[in-house]
């Protein structure tokens, strides 16, 4: 298992996923923070299902139930394409 490449579609589909992993953060401030940080996440994970191909994403989803964190379950699903 080495290294995943990753091209500049797939360095942004990254920063999305960790702009989903710290939305969680928001979830701290009272009354608005999980409303708010929810419609974020909800962004990211537009903009991720935009960049990432049908394959990318189903490896995405499937590690994802396994990873706690988005941005190491998409680098992980990489290694595995």
Request: proline share 5%; hydrophobic share 45%.
């Amino acid at each position: 298992m080495g290294l995943p490449q990753v091209d500049s579609r797939r360095k942004e589909a990254v920063r999305h996923a960790v702009g989903m992993d710290f939305t969680g953060v928001l979830g701290l401030i009272p009354y608005v923070g999980a409303l708010v940080g929810g419609q974020i996440a909800d962004l990211h994970f537009a903009e991720m299902r935009r960049l990432l191909t049908p394959s990318e994403m189903d490896k995405f989803i499937e590690a994802d139930k396994r990873i706690p964190s988005n941005g190491v379950a998409l680098l992980y699903s990489f290694v595995k394409s």
